[in-house]
């Protein structure tokens, strides 16, 4: 049984838990730098990037989090937690911080404001579709050749990565977390798995 | 239009719920005008409420409350990278329309401004826009999303600084959804008329025991521990009106809720960020007030 920790500083915490509850691994908050003990990934939700930010400063977890980051352990993030892995973000604040363990560059809102938020089919290849919910979404526009896309989609303007892994760090601009469906965090839970063994 | 468009769907049921899933555990700050949406922003609000006077001013001032000036949210738009909220008046559509068009993230159809329809809330399924309403009970809740709310926030009683109307309407949705989850099914139907509220919806919360959409709280959250009791209370996120803008120190205030809402169960966290934040907004007994805003909304 897989131990697999959901930063809850703020966001669509309580949907991660569920998917990862289907999955039968066991999802434990991450509040403070203590909740990270024992853990053997982490998935940091969907939410607002800059609160998410400002709170894993005040919260301490920062910098325990990217030495862990740094030092290989798997992490997953959604929207949001795509933004907070990121190499480089377009159209942040000045003083917007990453993680920088994905070598992408994301922009903010990429896919417009609210009311350009979306749905539709994503196809992972050889895996399945499933229903890609995109809210405010950043958008991958740049992404490097150690970067392996897993999904993209065309919103009417060429394909962008919608799923990127590089190594143990998995990154998606919409959120599997919102549907039913578990393929995807499915698919960072067999790579957790292989990487233990 | 190409077919990776055609299959894409703005305005979905899960796409407006879904902004407000994102907003959970988050504060959302009422601002008056950009200075206060950066202070807003860099405090760790996940989202501002662009209007022209907080609720306390509001109050104050009497007369008739609209929709703000579309000048004052485009340059708050411009300011900050979280989501721009702003408020329609009950029912007007028309002021909702525009703010559609100004592209807001979300609109709040809010008892704080005038109502311009005593009988009618907007048909909120007409819009690409995400609504929140408030609601007193668990009936007034059900009836909003009816009419096709993402998001429910109690109303407590805006621009007072006293928490007691919010956690009333907290505790009477929480206790209200209780009795349904309890109740044999043939029972459903008789409370359904009691809360005078769509059957499915009540069959809905007596299935699953929570509404369909996120409950945030809102009206008269004013300190740190306001925000701890109502998330301990079962609210998901909270909306600070005047709290912040009327303290001593806005500023501290702001972070010291942000700070507060996402530690809400650690009272060690929340005794700190309380500890020297200097004066909270005055406040008002509401007992004695002459209008009460929940009121507003049938």
Redesign the interface.
């Known amino acids: 049984m897989r131990r697999v920790g959901v930063l809850a500083l703020q966001g669509d915490v309580r949907e991660h838990f569920a998917t990862l509850e289907n999955l039968g691994a066991t999802p434990e908050k991450v509040r403070r730098v203590t909740d990270l003990d024992g853990l053997d990934g982490l998935i940091i939700p969907g939410g607002e990037s800059t609160t998410i930010s400002h709170l894993l400063v005040t919260s301490g977890l920062r910098e325990p989090l990217q030495d862990l980051i740094s030092g290989g352990f798997p992490v997953f993030g959604t929207c949001a937690g795509l933004i907070m892995l990121a190499d480089e973000v377009l159209d942040g604040r000045s003083d917007q911080w990453s993680f920088g363990a994905l070598n992408v560059s994301v922009r903010r809102n990429g896919y417009g404001r609210q009311i350009a938020s979306f749905e539709t089919p994503i196809v992972l290849e050889g895996r399945g579709t499933v229903l890609g919910v995109f809210i405010r979404a950043p958008r991958i526009l740049r992404w490097g050749n150690d970067v392996e896309v897993i999904a993209s989609h065309d919103h009417g303007d060429g394909e962008h990565p919608v799923l990127v892994r590089q190594d143990s760090v998995w990154g998606c601009s919409f959120h599997p977390e919102l549907t039913s469906d578990v393929l995807v965090h499915g698919l960072f839970l067999d790579a957790l798995q292989e990487a233990l063994r | 239009?190409?077919s990776?468009?055609t299959?894409?769907?703005?305005?979905?049921a899960?796409?407006?719920r879904?902004?407000a899933?994102?907003?959970?555990?988050?504060v959302i700050m009422d601002v008056v005008n950009p200075e206060q949406a950066r202070i807003a922003?860099d405090?760790?609000?996940?989202?501002v409420m662009a209007l022209e006077r907080v609720p306390s001013d509001i109050r104050r001032d009497g007369g008739v409350a609209r929709m703000s000036d579309p000048q004052m949210i485009q340059d708050i738009q411009t300011t900050v990278?979280?989501?721009v909220m702003a408020k329609a008046r009950i029912g007007h559509f028309a002021e909702a329309q525009i703010l559609?068009a100004l592209?807001?993230?979300?609109i709040d159809e809010s008892e704080v401004l005038t109502p311009a329809d005593e009988e009618n809330h907007i048909d909120k399924w007409d819009f690409?826009?995400?609504f929140v309403c408030g609601a007193t009970n668990l009936g007034e809740a059900l009836r909003r999303i009816a009419e096709g709310a993402c998001l429910i926030r109690s109303k407590g009683e805006a621009g007072t600084g006293n928490v007691v109307e919010a956690v009333r309407h907290l505790r009477t949705i929480n206790a209200q959804m209780r009795r349904l989850a309890s109740a044999d099914v043939s029972e459903l139907f008789a409370l359904a008329k009691d809360l005078q509220a769509p059957i499915a919806l009540v069959q809905e919360v007596a299935a699953t025991g929570k509404l369909p959409v996120p409950l945030f709280c809102a009206g008269g959250i004013s300190t740190p521990a306001d925000a701890s009791l109502v998330l301990q209370l079962g609210a998901e996120a909270v909306f600070v009106g005047s709290g912040i803008f009327k303290s001593e120190d806005p500023e501290r205030m702001a972070?010291a809720i942000?700070?507060a809402t996402?530690?809400f169960e650690?009272a060690g966290i929340v005794a700190k960020v309380s500890t020297g934040l200097g004066a909270a907004m005055r406040g008002a007994e509401t007992a004695t007030l002459e209008q009460r805003l929940a009121d507003r909304g049938w």
């Open positions: 239009m190409n990776a468009l299959s894409s769907i703005v305005g979905s899960l796409v407006k879904g902004l899933d994102m907003l959970r555990g988050g922003e405090a760790g609000a996940v989202a990278t979280i989501p559609q592209d807001v993230d979300y690409t826009v995400p972070k942000v700070e996402t530690h650690d």
